[in-house]
């Protein structure tokens, strides 16, 4: 057998063997915090996770562009255009444009909402990750007040959550009322000539306060709970390479930590 066939049969062996003791540890009701210490320091455990697939994070780059340009180009349309004059010799131009770019990005979001639709009903991966977006009352009610309880000081003991957590539930169902209610106001707003004033007037206001409570949502909410918190600053990588910390995992998502965990400990004693 060549040196590297050995080298790599030992190495295999000795995870088999570290899994089987790990388990039988974990039979005999050894402590939670020390198994998992033991599984770090063996490297039963692996030092990132897969959060988010290629195409999940095509379709968050498509959404990041189009938001930023709708958000950019819709304040600059209310900005008013004499304005113009402060940017020189470009400011004309630059404020022609305002509405032509808000258009464009509206066009791009609209497609990203229809592969959404697409990917979520008719792709595996996208069944998935709609099923585990449904709300399950009982268990995100119970972890929303633990999370209480844990900002308040009442308790030191963060709430298990799974592979999505309630916090991101929210965001998520938001994201989709929001993007259904500016959809709609902005294919009005396109098409004036075919609305009455009283449809464009509620549709203006509509379509305005819910562009500042999306752009608000964003900046308070999902820049601070994904990027910004203690663990996540500067910025939470995901997005980039679809990866998560061990530690941000177990934090967040230990519920959905423990049951990776438990596959792959089962892939390497079988």
Do not use: C
């Not at 050894?30 to 770090?40: K, M, N, S």
């Not at 444009?97 to 008719?122: C, E, K, P, Q, T």
């Not at 999902?222 to 177990?250: C, Q, T």
Request: proline share 3%; no cysteine.
């Amino acid at each position: 057998m060549e040196p590297e066939s050995r080298q790599g049969l030992r190495e295999e062996l000795i995870r088999e063997i570290r899994a089987e003791l790990l388990n039988e540890l974990q039979s005999r009701g050894l402590d939670e915090g020390v198994l998992q210490e033991l599984r770090i320091e063996h490297g039963v455990v692996p030092e990132s996770f897969y959060r988010m697939t290629f195409n999940q994070r095509v379709q968050h780059l498509v959404l990041m562009i189009s938001f930023l340009v709708l958000a950019l180009t819709g304040l600059a349309l209310k900005v008013p255009a004499e304005t113009a004059a402060v940017f020189g010799p470009a400011g004309d131009m630059l404020f022609s444009l305002r509405g032509v770019l808000h258009r464009i990005a509206a066009a791009w979001m609209l497609g990203g909402s229809f592969y959404h639709l697409y990917y979520v009903f008719f792709t595996a991966d996208g069944r998935v990750d709609v099923s585990a977006l449904w709300f399950s009352p009982r268990k995100d009610l119970q972890d929303l007040l633990q999370t209480l309880r844990l900002g308040l000081g009442l308790s030191e003991t963060p709430p298990e959550m799974g592979r999505v957590t309630y916090k991101e539930k929210l965001e998520y169902w938001a994201l989709v009322w929001g993007t259904i209610v500016m959809s709609v106001t902005g294919v009005i707003l396109w098409s004036a000539s075919f609305w009455s004033g009283v449809v464009l007037d509620v549709s203006r206001a509509v379509h305005w306060y819910e562009a500042i409570l999306a752009i608000l949502a964003i900046l308070i909410w999902h820049m601070y709970n994904v990027h910004l918190k203690p663990g996540a600053f500067p910025m939470n990588r995901a997005w980039i390479d679809g990866r998560i910390s061990r530690e941000e995992m177990m934090e967040e998502h230990y519920l959905e930590y423990k049951r990776l965990l438990k596959e792959k400990e089962d892939r390497d004693v079988s």
